[in-house]
């Protein structure tokens, strides 16, 4: 146990809808990272936030959000649901950072269907 | 921009018999690396990491992973793979101004009796 937690585990929508994806990071972790896991582009960094602020962007689209709050769980907002948005989404979280000697600590993931 | 190359796509090995998954990195300078095992099902879980020091590297269940400067690899080893190993490999590497990790493809590797 990581000690991340994701919900929810699984979830089935329709094309155009929208879907919000809650993590709770580590005890004591400032950082949040979410990633993208799908079958053709592999994991990919989406977007960090540190201590409630945004602080490295990756490949994440326009229809995506995310945003953490005081108590330092984030959500990821995704919207406008694309069949191509069908993937695992994974958060994890770091006290350190990843420099000079932290690590990523991953949730379960939470698998998006989109129909 | 740093990036991770896993040539090996899908790897099959006995039980017993040993293990070496490829990974090769593309950054300007000294790189951080990692690598993570994802069970069917479950989280990424950090095997082992490098940021300095001694090239070779020591991590859980057994798995040990050597820093070459020179090749710009790190490749991932276990002299006796056992049937649990089954799983899918990821190397990635983060850099000094990021804590961002930039993930390979993977391996998956598959474990026979």
């Known amino acids: 146990d990581s000690g991340v937690t994701q919900t929810p585990k699984h979830l089935i929508t329709a094309t155009g809808q929208r879907v919000t994806l809650r993590c709770s990071p580590r005890?004591?972790?400032?950082?949040v990272y979410w990633y993208q896991q799908s079958l053709d582009q592999g994991l990919q960094f989406l977007i960090q936030?540190?201590?409630?602020?945004?602080?490295a962007k990756g490949n994440i689209l326009e229809r995506f959000s995310a945003q953490q709050f005081p108590d330092l769980h984030s959500e990821l907002n995704l919207s406008s649901l694309e069949l191509g948005d069908s993937a695992l989404y994974f958060c994890?979280?770091?006290?350190?950072?990843?420099?000079?000697?932290?690590?990523?600590?991953f949730g379960e993931g939470s698998r998006l269907t989109v129909l | 921009a740093q990036s991770v190359t896993q040539p090996d796509i899908h790897i099959t090995v006995s039980e017993g018999a040993s293990l070496e998954l490829r990974c090769n990195y593309s950054y300007g300078a000294t790189p951080y690396l990692f690598w993570y095992v994802q069970s069917p099902g479950q989280g990424l879980q950090l095997l082992l990491k490098y940021f300095s020091g001694d090239t070779l590297v020591q991590g859980i269940k057994g798995f040990e992973a050597e820093f070459k400067r020179s090749q710009s690899s790190f490749n991932l080893r276990k002299p006796s793979v056992h049937w649990s190993d089954a799983a899918e490999y990821f190397c990635a590497v983060g850099a000094g101004n990021t804590d961002k990790l930039i993930f390979g493809t993977g391996t998956r590797l598959q474990v026979f009796p």
């Open positions: 936030y540190y201590n409630g602020e945004e602080r």
């Open positions: 005890s004591g972790d400032l950082s």
């Open positions: 994890a979280s770091s006290g350190q950072g990843v420099y000079p000697g932290g690590e990523l600590f």
